[in-house]
């Protein structure tokens, strides 16, 4: 398979459900696991900004509080269209047997928990007495 074919088989477009083969369904529902799995990140990341900004107003400041909260629901917003985006193209390439496609996501979203703890340390530490 040439780079170009494995390019093409990261992009689905239509009804990519329709082209290639079945897999098998046991991968299938392994790759809707992993989507369920994305989707309870994003919620408990969505409980985690409810949480800090309704129960620890004693903890530091509301900017710095509003800002960790927004930052955590942006990250469960872009986790769950992620999950999706992720599900989508895995599930295409196997109808397609083709190599699972790469992920940069990853990454970012480990980026991102970093940030989001040294930012959670900041807030802990500014709310001690």
């Given amino acids: 398979m ?6 093409q088989s990261t992009r689905p477009k239509g009804k990519w459900w329709l082209v290639g083969k079945t897999p098998d369904y046991r991968f299938t529902l392994a790759n809707e696991r992993t989507f369920l799995a994305w989707i309870r990140t994003a919620l408990a990341l ?11 107003p004693q903890l530091s400041s509301a900017e710095l509080r509003i800002g960790i909260s927004t930052l955590l629901l942006v ?17 295409y390439a196997m109808r397609l047997e083709s190599n699972l496609p790469y992920t940069r996501a990853l990454v970012i979203l480990a980026t ?18």
């Fill in 2 to 7: 040439s780079l170009q074919d494995n390019s």
């Fill in 46 to 56: 969505m409980a985690g900004a409810v949480g800090i900004e309704q129960f620890a």
């Fill in 75 to 91: 990250a469960a917003s872009a986790m769950g269209f992620m999950a999706w985006r992720r599900w989508r193209r895995n599930e």
């Fill in 112 to 129: 991102l928990m970093v940030l989001l703890a040294i930012l959670l340390g900041v807030l802990l530490w500014q709310g001690r007495p």
